[in-house]
């Protein structure tokens, strides 16, 4: 392990956890090209159940194959891959101990227009078995089911916890109660920051967020406190503040796939802003395998400088 003072201080965030969890947490920091410096770069997989092998993976076939994607996060570098139980379970033998490994507990398909709500498709006991480091789930503030989605991420939150397992959570507003352009609006993002915070998540995924303020509320307090919002650099820093002051790690998505010069322009203004990293998916496994290895160690050298 690259045990640099620097993870130490991560770690030294989270002193309510047991050495299980907390271990597993520096597995996750000292692993891979950026071991030791803090920062993140994970490979999540979970776009086949969510939008469907055609949109997912017919632009590359060869990631139908879940190996595939084992050997793409291994070859480059990455902190860990992260993906549902059927991913996991046809690679997780083969590739034991090569990566750390996130377990993505609930999923949901986009077969129909219901309001946002994944449903439980693996358990804690699974993660275990399967030598992960963590769980991974996804709650949707906004969504009218989100009391149900919090009470339950509560519950596997206290079992992963108590069994010495990392908490990662995607926080992606959603739902009736939030127009399309507020879902990744800089109050709505930071807002959710905060509530995978206060949900006790150890690693809080969220979206690059926009300029856009959706709330009438919050666009005063923002106003009145002459928060900076102009540049995404500002914007990654609000959200990174509203997670316990910086006192949780923070990383973002990778949206939807772009050319390589708008991903890592993007990557640089989350480094400029303090984000934690990054957790790339389309952008990685759409393009050729050595397409991706490339693109994804060139967003670690942004992150390492």
């Known amino acids: 392990m690259v045990f640099t003072d620097r993870v130490k201080e991560i770690l030294s965030w989270y002193g309510s956890d047991n050495p299980g969890t907390r271990e597993k947490l520096a597995r996750l920091l000292t692993t891979g090209t950026l071991a030791g410096t803090g920062r993140l770069v994970i490979l999540p997989v979970d776009q086949g159940f969510e ?26 570098g990455c902190n860990a891959y992260a993906a549902p139980l059927g991913f996991l379970e046809a690679g997780a033998a083969e590739f034991a101990g090569q990566l750390p490994l996130i377990l993505k507990l609930n999923n949901s398909d986009s077969l129909s227009e219901v309001e946002p709500c994944s449903a439980l498709t693996a358990s804690v006991d699974d993660a275990l078995r399967l030598g992960c480091v963590g769980i991974g789930y996804t709650i949707y503030p906004g969504s009218g089911q989100r009391n149900q989605q919090y009470q339950d991420f509560r519950d596997l939150t206290r079992e992963a916890k108590a069994k010495g397992l990392a ?7 959603r739902g009736t109660g939030l127009s399309k352009e507020g879902e990744t609006a800089i109050d ?47 914007r ?64 670690m050298d942004v992150y390492r400088a």
């Open 51 to 76: 939008h469907g092998p055609a949109r997912s993976f017919a632009e590359n076939p060869d990631a139908h194959d879940p190996a595939y994607h084992f050997r793409l996060a291994i070859e480059a």
């Open 167 to 173: 908490v990662i959570l995607w926080a992606y507003p």
């Open 188 to 234: 709505v993002v930071s807002y959710a920051a905060q509530i995978a915070a206060q949900l006790g998540a150890h690693v809080i995924k969220i979206k690059p967020p926009t300029a856009h303020l959706e709330q009438k509320d919050a666009r005063k307090a923002f106003e009145k406190a002459g928060i900076p919002i102009g540049t995404l650099a500002e």
């Open 236 to 299: 990654v820093r609000y959200c990174v503040k509203a997670a316990f002051d910086g006192r949780r790690i923070v990383i973002f998505s990778g949206g939807p796939a772009k050319k390589d010069d708008d991903v890592l322009d993007e990557v640089r203004q989350i480094h400029a802003g303090g984000g934690f990293g990054s957790i790339v998916g389309r952008n990685a496994f759409q393009r050729s395998r050595p397409e991706g290895v490339a693109l994804l160690r060139r967003i």
